[in-house]
């Protein structure tokens, strides 16, 4: 089990794109996620008419490490740490460390 997972809403704590917060799309590696409008860099990709893709300079989304994003706590609205926990049902659940609270899947 992941301390971030693709959906959250995290922000960024280290780096060019200090303080944005942003979703999660994807896992690029195990140790790096591509966040939306975060790492933003300028791709120079030329067209294709077959496929209907534009060319010109277009702004792509970059990986970035997992260290240098935190998880958003939406009642506190602030970055948090994530920990684990197993309830009575034996479920292993993920909480916020702050406030003992569980985080929704």
Do not use: C, W
């Amino acid at each position: 089990m992941r301390r971030i997972k693709t959906g959250d809403e995290v922000v960024v704590i280290a780096g060019k794109d200090k303080g944005k917060r942003g979703k999660v799309i994807r896992y690029s590696t195990f140790s790096s996620v591509v966040v939306e409008n975060i790492n933003l860099v300028k791709r120079h990709t030329k067209g294709n008419p077959m496929q209907g893709t534009p060319g010109g300079i277009l702004d792509k989304e970059m990986p970035i490490h997992i260290s240098k994003v935190a998880l958003v706590n939406l009642t506190t609205n602030k970055p948090d740490k994530v920990g684990f926990k197993f309830l009575e049902d034996g479920t292993k659940v993920r909480y916020f460390k702050s406030n003992g609270e569980v985080i929704a899947e």
